[in-house]
């Protein structure tokens, strides 16, 4: 039973700028409760990224590194090598840690740094205005793509949880959503493992969180959360890799 | 335990009104600082302390009282 009606005491009291309907909040307050039931707070490094969680440190109690766009993942991994009683966890969009980051990504994955990074995936560049981004999904219509996406002349969206799970050094991958109050407990849970996956050192934990976009993808916040059942359909939501077992307790 | 709504936060996205179980609550006419119209308690004596609405809710409105001094 997780506990409900308590504010996390690493989650700062400022209201969140972010749309109405915007799942990050959901991430921020979740987070919050992971790094607090960790006792995480005293050691504990993010790297805010570009896009709409840049002002990460607005809202989370611990230390906020900001690197340039898509670099989180190398940054984290000189934090980690220099000082490796640190906990360090990047939060990106899927533009950060699929389009401009990916080379940096992919390569701190393979090299299998024990540092924890969460991709929020929402199919568009949120911040910039709606732009195309490598996991928007195929006909999704975008400000760069007005007649929606086209596999011939924008290819197909990536799916970085399935290319990841390949990795030798990726310790845990996932992927799943929070549009449903199910989904939110069992994110909790999952956050926790991709934490617990870097505190024993076992190597790069990924977490890639569904999220929505209400204002770019043109819906309010209902449809839109009720959008992402649609989009499950195209990222399967599952926990693709874990070096944990089956029977680990969380 | 009393639950509280904090009025500033609401954005009025309607995310607790869809997920309630008990469907008690509800889009209220009055407006936050922000402009927002805000969320409300339509029967509160219907609720059961089930806590989807704070799981759901993206701005964290929904809190026990006394659980933010500001």
Request: hydrophobic letters at 40%; a positive charge; glycine letters at 8%.
């Amino acid at each position: 039973m997780p506990e409900v009606f308590k504010l996390p005491k690493s989650l700062k009291k400022n209201i969140f700028h972010y749309c109405p309907g915007c799942h990050h909040s959901i991430v921020h307050r979740l987070l919050c409760e992971v790094i607090d039931e960790l006792n995480l707070r005293d050691r504990a490094v993010g790297l805010a990224s570009i896009g709409c969680a840049c002002f990460l440190y607005f809202y989370i109690d611990v230390d906020i590194v900001e690197a340039p766009h898509g670099r989180s993942c190398s940054v984290a991994t000189g934090m980690k090598r220099a000082r490796p009683e640190l906990v360090v966890f990047t939060y990106q969009g899927d533009g950060d840690f699929a389009a401009i980051g990916l080379g940096d990504s992919l390569h701190a994955a393979s090299r299998g740094e024990s540092i924890t990074a969460l991709m929020i995936n929402n199919t568009v560049y949120g911040m910039t205005g709606g732009q195309l981004s490598p996991t928007t999904v195929l006909q999704q219509k975008t400000t760069t793509t007005p007649l929606g996406r086209d596999p011939k002349r924008e290819g197909f969206p990536l799916k970085m949880a399935e290319v990841l799970s390949n990795f030798e050094g990726v310790a845990f991958c996932a992927r799943t959503a929070v549009n449903t109050p199910k989904r939110v407990i069992e994110t909790k849970k999952l956050l926790k493992k991709a934490f617990l996956a870097q505190l024993e050192n076992r190597g790069f934990s990924y977490l890639e969180i569904l999220s929505t976009c209400p204002v770019n993808w043109k819906m309010d916040a209902l449809s839109a959360t009720k959008h992402v059942d649609k989009l499950i359909e195209i990222f399967p939501l599952g926990v693709f890799k874990d070096t944990f077992g089956g029977n680990s307790e969380i | 335990m009393k639950i509280k709504i904090l009025e500033d936060r609401c954005k009025g996205c309607g995310l607790c009104i869809e997920f309630c179980p008990k469907k008690i609550l509800a889009l209220s006419d009055k407006r936050n600082l922000l402009g927002y119209k805000i969320v409300c308690w339509k029967s509160p004596e219907n609720c059961n302390h089930c806590g989807i609405c704070y799981l759901m809710c993206p701005e964290v409105v929904f809190v026990e009282d006394g659980e933010i001094e500001r």
